[in-house]
C-alpha cells in the first residue's frame, strides 16, 4: 500500500507501507492492502505508520482528512511532528 502524509507546508511521508493507524473522529482505525475506498475526517492525536509486521513510526497530528483508493491512502493535517 502506498502512504503520503501532507501537511500545507511540506509533504511528511510518501512511500510504501505495511498499514497505517489513524485517529478518527469516533476513534482509531487502521488501513491495510487493499482496504476498501474510504474518506474519513481526522482528530488530533497520534497516527501510527506500520512500515512492516515488527517497525512502526509515530507522528503527532492535528486535525484533518483521510482518503483511501486503488491501494493508496492520503493523509491531508493542518500539522504533523513526529513523535
Known sequence: MTLEILTPERKLFSGDVYGVQLPGIDGLFEVLDKHAPLVSALKTGTLKILKDK??????SIQSGFAEVLNNKT??????????
Open 74 to 83: 492520503t493523509v491531508l493535517v493542518e500539522g504533523a511532528n513526529e513523535a
Open 54 to 59: 515488527h517497525s512502526t513510526v509515530s507522528y
